[in-house]
């Protein structure tokens, strides 16, 4: 592998401004792996939305007060009001 123009780089910045040649190197490398790890991201998310169906619904209705909607997609929905705690009594000193 022929590496010639790296070390002319190198030669050009690296000999006279070691630091910064350093930093620049080291935020160009982050810049490109966290490109690379985003893009891969992106490719798994689209995948596993790929693999999982859609569900299917129908329109929504619904009857009576405060009922809630549903969907029509066959799953059973039981709508109750909320228990009701008994009141605490205070005690006295």
């Given amino acids: 592998m022929n590496i010639d123009f790296l070390k002319q780089i190198y030669d050009a910045f690296g000999t006279p401004h070691p630091r910064i040649s350093l930093l620049v190197v080291m935020v160009l490398a982050a810049l490109v792996a966290g490109a690379l790890w985003y893009s891969l991201g992106k490719q798994v998310e689209k995948g596993?939305?790929?693999?999982?169906?859609?569900?299917v619904s129908g329109p929504a209705s619904t009857s009576g007060t405060n009922s809630p909607a549903v969907t029509g997609n066959g799953n059973t929905l039981t709508y109750s009001d909320a228990p009701t705690a008994p009141a605490k009594e205070k005690e006295k000193k």
Avoid: E, G, H, K
């Fill in 48 to 55: 596993r939305r790929a693999s999982v169906p859609q569900q």
